[in-house]
């Protein structure tokens, strides 16, 4: 290519470049400019302000301070309502695991009977997930009456949509060669699934399990609010007596629960995955 | 094009076997095949000829669309007859080993018995004393035993397919299909694979079907060969009978040759 | 079979059978187990009975909320639109909250270690506190409403995208970053051209995953006062007006599918 013919690609190339990059430089600046609007615009309905804040800050801090100190002979009586706490998120997640372990496979394109089935089942997940425990525990208290019971169920349906919908994905993502391997053998389709899809799967929900027991344990200190047992019952029970002090005890078993079942739980999750 | 009937038994027959996905993938294009007891059969040809299509037929994890199997006297391609009970005497050897990774070695080849355990005892992974005892077996013919206990992916490419061999064995099968076995291999190690697979076949009276792409293996391994192109049989033969010509038919067949009746 | 295949073969043997023969200590971590849990299940009323007989009351209770009862719509999808916003502006103020500390508590972007540690303790209090109790403090503060539902979230959340920032960025490719530290740019851009950029992605992924949960804890948080659809909900339950309650789950579930898909229709376009 001589020397001129050279230079005009050169400068077709980069006119080509800078019409591009305009293009993209458009779509970025139409999309920030939507996102704006959209932060604007709900802004408004909710009304954030920064001056309310500010205002508000004081009484925050005049609320803080009524907190403080927190009542440290208290803690002695929270012993109870923090173990029931635990025992509500263990028991919870416990039936989520029982439960979810056919769900998961009635969710999964690969491994459900059915197609209808399939979608049934994912719509199930799909609700179960989307309402809060807290709403579960709510008309479970009706249902069943104030009481740690409650708090189990609630905790137990919302844990096994969740569970259920990740172990699904992760049974419609194992390696086919080793199922179809399982398949030549002449195994049956129970077979086939305990010895070729169970063992790549078995990790990673377990993995998810511990983590759904830990997100479980803090659900489960609020649950008290509505009656279904546990810390947080203690808490609202404070409340609406003023007794403050006996409140930031309440929080402070909270916070330091939580941590420790964090920091438990990530512990295990490691050691399994 | 039937070679005559020598003084071996036939063990599998294949007569006008078809796939076709729907109107425009054909395939297997009305395949004969006779399988003769104990040989090593070499099933020769580039990728897309329909080796594995053909492979998948025989056990039936692909449903062909026309012709009959038959296997031991019995055809097994009607609907009637029990998935399990075909498979179990297909034992599979697929490329990509397929061994259950997290599983150890031992459980792996145990997973070749499960068409004769009953789902139900399956369930606590339980098996049978003489389960094991054919699945030890089965791993120290290979000389797998010493991995016994190890889990299955921290095993080379070549020890993985060791063990699904012994695993295809612990099935007892009359026949082992191998899908491109050696296809993931390095040549030495290729080599001693294809010399197991020969030599344990050899000793238990199973026959062999094994597909190939490379043509150096296929000489050194096969006693008997069959070409395939394009979903179609297009030689039969020895190794000695394998002549460039015919090399050049299998791999580099016209697209717009018409389907020659006269083959 | 040689005689060596036959010794090989019966030592294995023996090997499987030592190793699954259930050893004393494996039984007594067994019956631990069992009885801890009986006493977890002591703890909470959990008994197998109970749970049979509480099957068909809660699935009568959810019968009752069918067919959900359409005209109340009109009373609630100002709420329930209302959970959404409360839902965008927490994790916008959770980002707010959380990229500062989350950058502080890096460990490749700080270099002394108190700084860390002090950035990461307050990530952990902000994110040990649930969201309610948040709530409640900021309905203490600014008054009731969905703004300290949106501080709340804002608070919570910032916590724990503040973690997952500090990961993501810990765990970006150190490749760029030592490629940009030979050329001798300064501290400031290789952390903001080395590092934001590998980690961005990430962050977005957090952020679309957060605001999903986001709506599903803002639908709750209206029952403390902090907006949302909680209040109709939780007067809803405590009239006993289930097929009312059964309209608002319905509007929740379809809520939140909608911007399930959407967000697995924006993550489909990113990468």
Redesign the interface.
Known sequence: MSAVTFDSAVARALEREVQVRRRRHLKLAAWSALAVAALWFSALQIKLSPVALVRGAGYMWDFITRLFPPDLSYLALLGGATVETVQIAIWGTLLAIILSIPLSFLGARNTTPHILVFHLTRLLLNALRAINELVFALIFVSAVGLGPFAGVLAVALHATGMLAKFCAEEIEGVDKGQVEAQMATGATHMQVILFGVAPQIVPQFIGYAIYRLDVSIRSATVLGLVGAGGLGFALIQNMKLFKYHQTATCILVIFLLVLVSDWICGKLRRKVI | MLVPASTKTTVLSVRGLAKSYGNSVHALRGIDIDVREGEFLVILGPSGAGKSTLMRCLNRLVEPTEGKIIHDGQEITSKSRSLRAVRRQFGMVFQQFNLVKRLSVLTNVLTGRLAYRSTWRSLFYNFSKEDKHIAIECLARVNMDHKAFQRADTLSGGEQQRVAIARALAQKPTIILADEPVASLDPKIARQVLTYLKQVSHELGITVLCNLHQVEYTREFAERIIGMSRGKVVFEGTATELTEEILHRIYYRDPDEKDDKSQ | ?SID?QT??QS??D??AA?QTWKIKHIIYIVLAGAF?AW??D????RPR?VFN?VP??A??FARMVPPKWSFIEAIWKPA??T???A??GV?LATIVGLPLGLLAASTVTRWALVRAGAMGIL??L????E??WA???V????L???P???ALGMNYGGILGRLYAEAIENVDKGPIEAMEATGASRLQVILFAILPQALPQFVTYNLYWFEVGV??A??LG??GA?GIGFE??TS?RL?EWRE?GLI?LF??G???II?LASTYIRSRLY
């Open positions: 079979m295949v090989r073969t294995i043997f090997e499987l190793r849990l977890c299940a703890g909470v009323n959990l109970e509480a009351v809660i009568d209770y639109i209302e959404l916003y409360v965008l502006w916008v952990n209090v994110r040990s506190i649930s309610l109790i409640i403090l900021f203490a503060a600014v008054g409403g969905p703004f539902g949106a501080l599903r804890s639908t709750v029952m403390v907006g909900l939780i339950i006993f309650v789950l929740i579930l809520m939140v599918t399930d």
